[in-house]
């Protein structure tokens, strides 16, 4: 174009020479020019053809490259945003078939579902590179043929999903269009395949992270120990969710707070002196107890130790680990008191052997006193009194025994009501005017086997404590009831299974109780009346008795509002037997048989020799079994009619004296009599004919009742 425009502007210098040697000279220069100029106009033309044509493919080049950028990106944010692999590699699907324009995509995740070699994703896994089929139809390793045909599928790519060498995954593509291999496309899904690849790897080693934690949160969470951390002062910056099964609080309640504001008071310096030890040692403390506050306000003893993880990067903490023992506790308390009643047991077992024989003769020579003096003089009113003492004191070791569950108790088939009523007068008289009594007695109650005389004294216990806890005006209710008492009653009570029984409940609106009270007044001699007031023996004898009836006895009692005592004694299906009351004869009876009177204590031995030869019998007296042999001897040839002998005794006792006496003289009737059950007689049944049984303390009119008694039974 320059050039032309130059050669144009040459024209007038042509035309300024001779004008026809210049017009064929000129025409042919022309004629040149023009082609020279055409041929020029061409190679331009040319040459700004192929600049558009490499301008419009570096343009298409351009556009091309960044749509795989985008594609890349596009798949660099689906694999690093999306939460699951399969939500990227649907996402990567879409793109790449929006992308090629294929129009089918899959993706296989796990090596199990395809085998390696077989078709197209089995190729690309077993060579780890990318596999291009531009025929499908004609593919030779192609199972998937009906697949191909039925969606008009013609050409199909696949490429690993790979992190380094390892394949973990493959992409497949299908397209209707046959295509041949595209070198591009192949380059930029190998980019792909590893974005991918790495993506995959990333969340499943996320998955297994947060498998693994999610395996140690519920481990955490299910456990019934409680888990805790604290900081280096204390506060609390985790609690398991267990502590609302243990504790009743939320796990949230406690963040935040100090642990030491949960710990029972009396116990709050212990409490900080081992979290300090903790915080200054590394590693696990011993075990630590600490009675710890319920949501409810009832404590709870918790055990368990702590491990200063303050170090730990991770933790940065007190980790505490414990578990509630409380009921074991309480079992372990049941337990040690159940020991102590049955030491205390034996000790009054004992005591009251050797206090029974004191107060037979108190009692015995009371009598005889009685007896040989005037009524209603002085020295006879004063006789009355020791008596009166004496039967007090009586009462107490029964009481002792009773309680140690030490007395032979004559259990009859009862009706808990009839017993009731029938104490009515008398509790009424006890109780006095300004307590109420009300008694509210089941209809159809059930029945059970229990001694009268034991449950009786179990209500007077119960009605005299009630008294001493209503000191102004009080209302206390008597009620009765048939219960079944369930597994979940007894599961937290050892001494109790489940069963039918017959409820007796005795209710006072009196002081109640605080717990540490209500916890201890089954124990003998524990009272809180002042001296001479109690002897802190009326429940503990109440427990015995229930217990050794096979019975269990619960308490509720609240400070300010009152208690309720509740009995259940087992029921039984037997027919009610009718009990004869008291019926002890007034006169003495007499007698003039030969007595052999066997006892070691000299005061009991003269008592019963006073009593006896008094009534007429002829009394031969000894103090223990060899004396009472030679005796025998020395009246060889005499009638003895009955022997009376204690059972306990040095030399020889009542068991082996009867034994020989058996022998030498086989018609002579037995008498035991013993102030302690446990002695060898009760046990080894030696009940047999015309041998007897008398418990100490006895009186002088019991005492020769039962003589006469023995002596009147069948040969
Ligand atoms: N109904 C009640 N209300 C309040 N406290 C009671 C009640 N019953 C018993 N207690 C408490 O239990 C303690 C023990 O009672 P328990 O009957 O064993 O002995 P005591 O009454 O003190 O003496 P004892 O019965 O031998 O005369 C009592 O001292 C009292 O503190
Ligand atoms: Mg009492």
Same mark, same amino acid.
């Given at each position: 174009?320059?050039?032309?425009?130059?050669?144009?502007?040459?024209?007038?210098?042509?035309?300024?020479?001779?004008?026809?040697?210049?017009?064929?000279?000129?025409?042919?220069?022309?004629?040149?020019?023009?082609?020279?100029?055409?041929?020029?106009?061409?190679?331009?033309?040319?040459?700004?053809?192929?600049?558009?044509?490499?301008?419009?493919?570096?343009?298409? @080049?351009?556009?091309?490259?960044?749509?795989?950028?985008?594609?890349?990106?596009?798949?660099?944010?689906?694999?690093?945003?999306?939460?699951?692999?399969?939500?990227?590699?649907?996402?990567?699907?879409?793109?790449?078939?929006?992308?090629?324009?294929?129009?089918?995509?899959?993706?296989?995740?796990?090596?199990?579902?395809?085998?390696?070699?077989?078709?197209?994703?089995?190729?690309?896994?077993?060579?780890?590179?990318?596999?291009?089929?531009?025929?499908?139809?004609? @593919?030779?390793?192609?199972?998937?043929?009906?697949?191909?045909?039925?969606?008009?599928?013609?050409?199909?790519?696949?490429?690993?999903?790979?992190?380094?060498?390892?394949?973990?995954?493959?992409?497949?593509?299908?397209?209707?269009?046959?295509?041949?291999?595209?070198?591009?496309?192949?380059?930029?899904?190998?980019?792909?395949?590893?974005?991918?690849?790495?993506?995959?790897?990333?969340?499943?080693?996320?998955?297994?992270?947060?498998?693994?934690?999610?395996?140690f949160r519920r481990l955490i969470e299910n456990a019934l120990d409680l888990i805790t951390i604290l900081?280096?002062?204390?506060?609390i910056?985790y609690q398991s969710p267990s502590t609302r099964q243990v504790l009743?609080y939320?796990a949230?309640?406690f963040?935040?707070?100090?642990a030491?504001?949960?710990?029972?008071?009396?116990?709050?310096?212990?409490?900080?002196?081992?979290?300090?030890?903790?915080?200054?040692?590394?590693?696990k403390t011993?075990i630590w107890t600490f009675?710890f506050?319920?949501?409810?306000?009832?404590?709870r003893v918790l055990e368990g130790s702590g491990n200063?993880?303050?170090?730990?990067?991770? &933790?940065?903490?007190i980790v505490l680990n414990s578990r509630d023992v409380s009921e074991r506790?309480?079992?372990?308390?049941?337990?040690?008191?159940?020991?102590?009643?049955?030491?205390?047991?034996?000790?009054?077992?004992?005591?009251?052997?050797?206090?029974?024989?004191?107060?037979?003769?108190?009692? =015995?020579?009371?009598?005889?006193?009685?007896?040989?003096?005037?009524?209603?003089?002085?020295?006879?009113?004063?006789?009355?009194?020791?008596?009166?003492?004496?039967?007090?004191?009586?009462?107490?070791?029964?009481?002792?025994?009773?309680?140690?569950?030490?007395?032979?108790?004559?259990?009859?088939?009862?009706?808990?009501? =009839?017993?009731?009523?029938?104490?009515?007068?008398?509790?009424?008289?006890?109780?006095?005017?300004?307590?109420?009594?009300?008694?509210?007695?089941?209809?159809?109650?059930?029945?059970?086997?229990?001694?009268?005389?034991?449950?009786?004294?179990?209500?007077?216990?119960?009605?005299?404590?009630?008294?001493?806890?209503?000191?102004?005006?009080?209302?206390?209710? !008597?009620?009765?009831?048939?219960?079944?008492?369930?597994?979940?009653?007894?599961?937290?009570?050892?001494? &109790?299974?489940?069963?039918?029984?017959?409820?007796?409940?005795?209710?006072?609106?009196?002081?109640?109780?605080?717990?540490?009270?209500?916890?201890?007044?089954?124990?003998?001699?524990?009272?809180?009346?002042?001296?001479?007031?109690?002897?802190?023996?009326?429940?503990?004898?109440?427990?015995? !008795?229930?217990?050794?009836?096979?019975?269990?006895?619960?308490?509720?009692?609240?400070?300010?509002?009152?208690?309720?005592?509740? !009995?259940?004694?087992?029921?039984?299906?037997?027919?009610?037997?009718?009990?004869?009351?008291?019926?002890?004869?007034?006169?003495?009876?007499?007698?003039?048989?030969?007595?052999?009177?066997?006892?070691?204590?000299?005061?009991?031995?003269?008592?019963?020799?006073?009593?006896?030869?008094?009534?007429?019998?002829?009394?031969?007296?000894?103090?223990?079994?060899?004396?009472?042999?030679?005796?025998?001897?020395?009246?060889?040839?005499?009638?003895?009619?009955?022997?009376?002998?204690?059972?306990?005794?040095?030399?020889?006792? =009542?068991?082996?004296?009867?034994?020989?006496?058996?022998?030498?003289?086989?018609?002579?009737? &037995?008498?035991?009599?013993?102030?302690?059950?446990?002695?060898?007689?009760?046990?080894?049944?030696?009940?047999?004919?015309?041998?007897?049984?008398?418990?100490?303390?006895?009186?002088?009119?019991?005492?020769?009742?039962?003589?006469?008694?023995?002596?009147?039974?069948?040969?």
């Amino acid at each position: 174009m320059h050039e032309a425009r130059r050669s144009q502007m040459c024209l007038p210098h042509f035309f300024s020479q001779g004008f026809a040697h210049v017009i064929a000279a000129t025409f042919t220069e022309v004629e040149a020019e023009v082609a020279r100029l055409t041929r020029q106009l061409a190679r331009e033309r040319a040459a700004r053809q192929e600049a558009e044509a490499i301008a419009e493919r570096s343009t298409r @080049d351009l556009y091309d490259q960044q749509q795989r950028l985008i594609l890349l990106q596009a798949m660099v944010v689906a694999a690093n945003e999306a939460i699951r692999v399969e939500e990227a590699m649907a996402t990567a699907l879409r793109r790449i078939c929006s992308f090629t324009g294929w129009s089918v995509g899959h993706v296989y995740l796990c090596a199990e579902d395809f085998a390696p070699g077989v078709g197209l994703p089995g190729r690309v896994l077993s060579t780890g590179q990318a596999a291009w089929i531009q025929n499908l139809s004609r @593919d030779p390793n192609f199972p998937r043929g009906k697949f191909v045909k039925d969606l008009t599928l013609k050409t199909g790519v696949a490429f690993p999903l790979s992190v380094g060498n390892k394949v973990v995954g493959v992409l497949e593509f299908f397209s209707e269009e046959q295509l041949e291999p595209d070198e591009d496309l192949l380059e930029i899904m190998t980019h792909v395949g590893t974005q991918l690849g790495r993506a995959i790897e990333r969340q499943r080693s996320h998955e297994a992270l947060r498998g693994r934690e999610e395996y140690f949160r519920r481990l955490i969470e299910n456990a019934l120990d409680l888990i805790t951390i604290l900081d280096a002062d204390g506060t609390i910056r985790y609690q398991s969710p267990s502590t609302r099964q243990v504790l009743g609080y939320e796990a949230e309640d406690f963040l935040g707070k100090k642990a030491s504001d949960f710990i029972h008071p009396d116990e709050s310096a212990a409490f900080a002196q081992a979290l300090n030890n903790a915080r200054q040692q590394q590693g696990k403390t011993p075990i630590w107890t600490f009675r710890f506050r319920h949501k409810d306000g009832s404590w709870r003893v918790l055990e368990g130790s702590g491990n200063n993880l303050l170090d730990d990067p991770v &933790v940065a903490g007190i980790v505490l680990n414990s578990r509630d023992v409380s009921e074991r506790k309480r079992i372990e308390e049941q337990f040690l008191q159940s020991q102590k009643v049955q030491a205390i047991g034996q000790l009054a077992g004992g005591v009251a052997h050797d206090f029974n024989n004191i107060l037979t003769a108190i009692l =015995g020579y009371a009598d005889l006193l009685l007896k040989q003096l005037p009524p209603k003089e002085v020295l006879s009113l004063n006789a009355v009194e020791i008596k009166k003492a004496a039967n007090r004191a009586a009462a107490l070791t029964r009481q002792l025994l009773a309680f140690s569950r030490k007395q032979v108790l004559q259990p009859r088939v009862l009706d808990l009501n =009839g017993v009731v009523s029938d104490m009515d007068k008398m509790l009424r008289r006890l109780l006095g005017e300004h307590i109420d009594l009300t008694t509210i007695p089941q209809g159809d109650l059930g029945r059970v086997k229990a001694d009268p005389g034991q449950i009786e004294q179990v209500i007077m216990n119960l009605a005299v404590n009630a008294r001493d806890a209503m000191p102004g005006r009080g209302k206390l209710t !008597i009620e009765t009831g048939n219960v079944v008492l369930g597994a979940e009653y007894c599961r937290h009570r050892t001494d &109790v299974s489940p069963g039918e029984y017959v409820m007796l409940a005795i209710s006072d609106n009196g002081c109640g109780m605080p717990p540490e009270i209500r916890a201890r007044i089954f124990e003998p001699f524990f009272t809180t009346k002042d001296p001479g007031k109690g002897t802190g023996l009326g429940l503990a004898t109440c427990h015995g !008795i229930v217990k050794q009836s096979g019975g269990h006895i619960a308490v509720y009692s609240e400070p300010g509002r009152g208690t309720t005592f509740k !009995i259940y004694l087992p029921r039984v299906y037997e027919a009610l037997e009718v009990i004869g009351k008291y019926d002890q004869p007034t006169d003495l009876r007499k007698g003039t048989e030969t007595v052999l009177l066997v006892e070691d204590e000299p005061m009991l031995r003269e008592l019963g020799l006073l009593a006896l030869s008094g009534l007429g019998y002829r009394v031969l007296p000894a103090d223990n079994g060899i004396q009472a042999l030679r005796l025998i001897e020395q009246h060889r040839g005499q009638d003895i009619h009955l022997l009376v002998t204690d059972v306990v005794m040095p030399e020889m006792g =009542g068991k082996e004296l009867a034994e020989r006496l058996r022998v030498i003289s086989p018609q002579t009737k &037995v008498l035991f009599c013993s102030g302690y059950t446990e002695d060898a007689i009760v046990h080894d049944g030696l009940f047999d004919r015309g041998i007897a049984f008398m418990q100490k303390p006895y009186t002088v009119a019991s005492l020769a009742n039962k003589v006469r008694e023995v002596l009147e039974l069948p040969s």
